[in-house]
């Protein structure tokens, strides 16, 4: 089976025996991430915890997307699977923040669930007018939530709404990866880092989709669906491996990406570590770190602490809170690692 980048689990009524057909299909594909769309799936809780814990084990890693309404259930169904990579993407449609958003999302932050996302979706020039808007609004919260601004995550996007979302950022980063199945890249907003998601380049896209009634690759793909009870190992991997019909990349720049590798103890330190650890260096303080990056605290914290098990060395030190005040710092191994970084990007001027 090739790599699969994004599995979404969409439009899927749990009734009958379609749990053993969706259990069929995920025990042939391991996804770099998967997608479920919690407004989509009609069936009762019991039957959605089942699919949830079944996508949760066929996956590095699980995003439940959900609207304001579904907020208080989502975080339940996450408590329950117990899997500390569970992100919980919080949509708010046309980038209008409803009040009730905060509250909820401070019951999921004080259940212990942090690795929550907000979805800015737009869908027009209205929309994007409003995203300054909700990013200062969110800067005032008392707890970290993490920000990405991207089209509608089901549907069509116009190219021209993409062009016209790069215009209102202060600083765009370079693409560094895929995200929900988008094309992700760091962007600075009202001095806040956010995560800005755009279509893909079609070659670029290893995506698979499932519904209750067959299996196609996405809505670009504009072809025809497999139907569950046919999707076979080898018709999965030919809808992962062809290429979207349609092109959807912004016509305003070319599709080029530069990745940076910095290795030590022959060990590759990925390129969101390392901003991390260069934010570190600045602030002294790991979670103002991972908050002006928009990255998720505790993930990255793990993230490091696998890093500095294969490598052999800490990267970071410090204290905690007391009545000196506490800090976080590169360690000489962190701080050797951050300037072959910095000396790279210097290099090619970002």
């Known amino acids: 089976m090739p790599s699969l980048e994004t599995l979404v689990l969409v439009n899927i009524e749990l009734k009958d025996n379609i749990h053993e057909k969706l259990e069929r299909i995920l025990a042939t594909v391991y ?7 919690m407004w989509t799936i009609k069936g009762g809780q019991g039957s959605i915890y089942r699919l949830l814990r079944m996508v949760s084990d066929s996956s590095k890693r699980l995003a439940i997307f959900c609207d304001e309404n579904e907020l208080d259930l989502c975080t339940k169904y996450s408590l329950m699977i117990g899997d500390p990579s569970i992100e919980l993407v919080a949509v708010v449609n046309g980038c209008i923040l409803s009040p009730s958003v905060y509250e909820r999302l401070k019951i999921a932050y004080e259940h212990g669930i942090d690795n929550v996302s907000l979805y800015l979706a737009y869908g027009s020039l209205d929309d994007t007018r409003r995203i300054k808007r909700v990013v200062a609004l969110t800067r005032s919260w008392p707890y970290q939530v993490m920000l990405r601004v991207g089209p509608q995550p089901i549907g069509y996007v116009a190219r021209e709404d993409v062009v016209r979302v790069r215009e209102l950022f202060d600083e ?4 560094y990866g ?21 279509p893909p380049c079609p070659r670029d896209c290893k995506k698979l989709t499932i519904t209750g009634s067959g299996v196609y690759k996405c809505p670009f793909d504009g072809r025809e669906t497999i139907q569950l009870d046919y999707a ?3 018709t999965l991997e030919t809808i992962i491996e062809r290429e979207c019909k ?3 990349s912004a016509p305003s720049t070319k599709d080029v990406r530069i990745r940076i590798i910095v290795e ?29 990056l928009g990255v998720n605290p505790a993930y990255m914290a793990m993230r490091i602490r696998r890093l500095e098990e294969k490598i052999g060395h800490k990267l970071l030190e410090g204290r905690r809170g007391g009545r000196g005040g506490g800090y976080t710092m590169l360690t000489s191994v962190g701080e050797e690692i951050v300037k072959k970084f910095l000396e790279v990007k210097g290099v090619l001027g970002d």
Do not use: H, K, Q
């Open 31 to 37: 996804a770099r991430e998967s997608l479920v769309f």
């Open 172 to 175: 765009l980063g370079l693409p």
């Open 178 to 198: 895929v995200l929900y199945g988008f094309s992700a890249r760091r962007a600075l907003i009202e001095n806040t880092y956010i995560t800005l998601l755009e």
């Open 232 to 234: 076979t190992p080898d």
């Open 246 to 248: 349609r092109s959807l």
């Open 264 to 292: 030590y103890n022959g060990v590759s330190i990925p390129e969101d570590v390392l901003d991390v650890l260069v934010a570190v260096r600045m602030l002294r303080s790991f979670r103002a770190a991972c908050r002006m």
